[in-house]
């Protein structure tokens, strides 16, 4: 069965500053892969997914993530980010249904002043 | 739209009693989901309902039941609740179970104490 690590659980960082939230996945099969945002007392939101084409996937909210087949990975990255990008995101992938969807444990990225 | 709802918001309970968790969509979606969200472990699939008059396990389904009531309605019951069962758990739906995106509902805080 598939996957996902999230390597950072927490990732601090100033306000206008770039950011990168890393996500590797292990399948032994195709996989489509996503990012989801929670912010607090929230339910998740589709921030973008990767289903095929375009490796280079962009979001809302001025996100974009790479899909990187040999290196298994799916990193999510802003090149500034606000204050309300505060919250938790999480990577998932899934082998082709939303009812075989993994998703990693998660990285809080809190944007400070 | 209200989209995804959820009741109640917060739960607590005593080891050994019962509860149901009410979820309800308005975006005429054919397929529910249940997950459970825990620290370090992100969300996790309990039950799931393709289209209405259909169930099925996803992941972590020991200690759950579910009933989908009609299309819009999809209920989580807890028969006898245990420590173990302290979570948040999240309602979502889709248009269909392949990879359409889900809707998230924001989510029942459940202590078991």
């Known amino acids: 069965a598939q996957s996902v690590t999230q390597l950072d659980s927490q990732v601090p960082v100033f306000e206008e500053a770039p950011v990168e939230l890393r996500c590797n996945y292990s399948s032994s099969v195709s996989v489509y892969l996503f990012w989801y945002v929670q912010y607090p007392n929230q339910g998740l939101q589709l921030l973008l997914k990767?289903?095929?084409?375009?490796?280079l996937v962009k979001g809302i909210n001025g996100f974009e993530a790479e899909f990187n087949k040999s290196q298994t990975s799916f990193h999510l990255r802003k090149p500034s980010v606000h204050i309300s990008d505060t919250a938790e995101y999480f990577c998932?992938?899934?082998?082709?249904?939303?009812?075989?969807?993994?998703f990693g444990a998660g990285t809080r990225l809190t944007v400070k002043p | 739209n209200a989209g995804v709802t959820q009741t109640p918001k917060f739960q607590v309970l005593k080891t050994g009693q019962s509860m149901t968790l009410q979820c309800a969509q308005d975006m005429n979606h054919n397929s529910m989901y249940w997950y459970r969200q825990d620290p370090g472990m992100g969300l996790r699939l309990i039950y799931y309902?393709?289209?209405?008059?259909?169930?099925d396990k996803g992941e972590v389904p020991n200690g759950y039941n579910v009933s989908r009531l009609n299309k819009r309605e999809f209920s989580l019951r807890l028969e006898s609740a245990a420590p173990s069962q302290t979570s948040v758990y999240f309602c979502a739906s889709s248009e269909a179970t392949d990879l359409y995106e889900q809707y998230f509902g924001p989510g029942t805080r459940l202590t078991v104490t």
């Open positions: 998932a992938v899934s082998e082709g249904n939303n009812n075989d969807m993994r």
């Open positions: 309902s393709a289209s209405e008059g259909t169930t």
């Open positions: 990767y289903l095929s084409g375009s490796t």
